[in-house]
């Protein structure tokens, strides 16, 4: 149980361009959605917390108007990364979890994004 | 400030046993994961330690002592797809996972 899926795995784009990137809780229904971007041999860097049907919760330094997050049911987030440009270009993951705070976190296989 | 310390890197026999340390300083504690990640592939979940002791999960081990901000990760009878990375992250007083930077382990014949 708990699989979360991500799409798409791999994304190539040029500057300039909008990437939209989903998560989907497959088993469970995730009430707390979380986006991470990690560089290489780097640690996760947490960007957005988002709960069902509301507004996501932006860490400090992170650009609400660039990483756009819908959280649009218990079972799917997407992130949009507006006008993508080259410094952009990381490993982004998403996890899931399912109920209280101390329940864990599942993650998605991440997406790479390569900016051009 | 919030802070998770945990050696860069480590390299361990196949076969042997390693642990791997973690302390932490952290507004309140509710609780601390150890994930598994393979290079280039998502985080896995280990284990979650919130009392005080050792958890036993097959051939992977965790403790944690919250008086000295302190966990361990234990693996025995290494096995060379053991070679990973370990993070460790710990939930703060306001249910905020807080990441250390991670340790790779080093698996060698």
């Known amino acids: 149980g708990a699989v979360v899926s991500q799409h798409p795995s791999w994304v190539i784009c040029k500057s300039g361009t909008s990437v939209k990137i989903e998560c989907r809780s497959l088993?469970?229904?995730?009430?707390?959605m979380f986006w991470y971007r990690q560089f290489p041999k780097q640690s996760l860097m947490l960007m957005a917390t988002?709960?069902?049907?509301?507004?996501?919760?932006?860490e400090q330094g992170v650009e609400k108007d660039k990483f756009l997050i819908n959280h649009a049911s218990l079972t799917l987030s997407t992130l949009t990364v507006t006008s993508a440009h080259p410094e952009d270009s990381s490993f982004y993951i998403c996890?899931?979890?399912?109920?209280?705070?101390?329940?864990?976190?599942?993650f998605g296989p991440g997406t790479r994004l390569l900016v051009l | 400030g919030q802070n998770i310390d945990q050696p860069t890197e480590m390299t361990a026999t196949e076969g042997a046993i390693v642990q791997i340390n973690c302390t932490y300083q952290?507004?309140?504690?509710?609780?601390l994961f150890w994930y598994q990640q393979h290079a280039g592939e998502a985080p896995t979940f280990l284990s979650y330690?919130?009392l005080d002791g050792l958890e036993e999960k097959g051939r992977f081990s965790s403790f944690l002592s919250r008086s000295k901000g302190y966990s361990y990760l234990l693996l025995k009878e290494l096995q060379m797809k053991d070679s990973a990375s370990y993070l460790c992250?710990?939930?703060?007083?306001?249910?905020?996972?807080?990441w250390g930077a991670g340790t790779k382990l080093i698996i060698k014949p």
């Open positions: 996890s899931a979890r399912e109920g209280a705070p101390m329940e864990t976190q599942y």
């Open positions: 088993d469970f229904q995730a009430t707390t």
């Open positions: 988002s709960n069902e049907g509301s507004k996501a919760t932006y």
């Open positions: 952290t507004s309140g504690f509710n609780g």
């Open positions: 330690n919130v």
């Open positions: 992250a710990v939930l703060d007083s306001n249910y905020q996972l807080i």
